[in-house]
């Protein structure tokens, strides 16, 4: 599976929006490069996106595209988070399906899973817990003998930061997505089709126990992201309907104030969906999330 690319009438947009002013700005725009999931540094300087296999940083105060260079590693995917020490990122590979760790300046990647219990099992990050020791990913797994892309399972598992423990915390069959802990480290965030059939946000302990429904709409919900103090969320919500997480949909954010999931208001609406906000992009101070839209000419 390749890298996604811009079509010939597409541009990508790296946009960030101001909860205090509830104001979209217009951060970079390039018809070049396909850029996904942007990752705000923990000293608010910078993006770090992924684009064409590997990473990139776009820094804020005067915007342009800088490579970061990671070695040993294969093309990287749009599931990456950072390592709580703001110097390294944990990212997911295309190719093997494996999450390596490395420095966030750039620098030779280490392989993090496949220590145990990995064999047939794609890995897609999403979460790293406050204290850096535990990651929650997407475990995935395929039919190898179709003649297409054709998904199993999707089960969202924990393991310890140097590959170690593996554990399933979901089962039952019903597709489940997005885990990601909030930043007190008692709850894990994700999306699912258990509770209503089509992905809604739910929550659970680190564990697996105490899971509960958190959005009840008729939109499919993916993505719930909790800014760094605790008080806000921002998710994506696609048109009623849409299976999976496809790219190139008119899609919605929305954005959670004080905990009250079901008065959301709609922070964006553009052209994009897969790659826009799939991991966590909350500035360091909480005023602000970064996201990316790909409009067609």
């Known amino acids: 599976m390749p890298p996604r690319e811009l079509s010939d009438d597409q541009r990508c947009q790296v946009w960030v929006h101001d909860i205090q002013t509830s104001e979209n700005s217009l951060l970079f725009e390039t018809n070049e490069l396909l850029l996904e999931a942007p990752n705000w540094t923990l000293q608010g300087d910078a993006l770090v996106l992924n684009g064409a296999g590997t990473l990139w940083r776009i820094p804020i105060g005067g915007p342009k595209l800088q ?6 590693i294969p093309p990287v995917n749009n599931d990456h988070v950072l390592d709580p020490d703001g110097a390294h990122i944990y990212l997911s590979a295309y190719d093997d399906w494996h999450i390596y760790k490395a420095p966030l300046a750039g620098g030779t990647a280490v392989r993090v899973t496949g220590a145990e219990g990995s064999k047939g099992l794609m890995h897609f990050l999403h979460g790293v817990s406050p204290d850096g020791t535990q990651l929650a990913f997407v475990g995935v797994r395929i039919d190898e003998s179709a003649s297409s892309f054709k998904v199993l399972s999707a089960e969202i598992f924990t393991i310890s930061a140097d590959g170690t423990g ?22 894990l965030y994700f999306n699912t089709e258990a509770f209503s059939g089509h992905a809604q946000i739910g929550r659970m302990r680190p564990d697996g126990s105490d899971p509960s429904q958190i959005t009840f709409t008729e939109t499919v919900d993916w993505f719930p992201h909790l800014s ?7 998710y994506l919500a696609y048109p009623p309907g849409t299976r999976g997480h496809p790219a190139d949909l008119w899609v919605e954010l929305m ?10 208001k709609r922070a964006a609406r553009l052209f994009g969906g897969q790659g826009t906000i799939n991991v966590n992009s909350w500035s ?13 000419d």
Do not use: C, L
């Open 284 to 296: 360091p101070d909480s005023r602000r999330f970064a996201f990316v839209a790909y409009p067609v």
């Open 228 to 234: 760094p103090d605790g008080r806000n969320a921002v």
């Open 166 to 187: 593996y554990r399933q915390i979901t089962s039952g069959g019903a597709p489940a997505d997005g885990p990601e802990y909030s930043p007190d480290g008692k709850w």
């Open 67 to 72: 490579p970061i260079a990671i070695g040993a």
């Open 255 to 264: 954005v959670v104030h004080d905990g009250q999931w079901p008065r959301a």
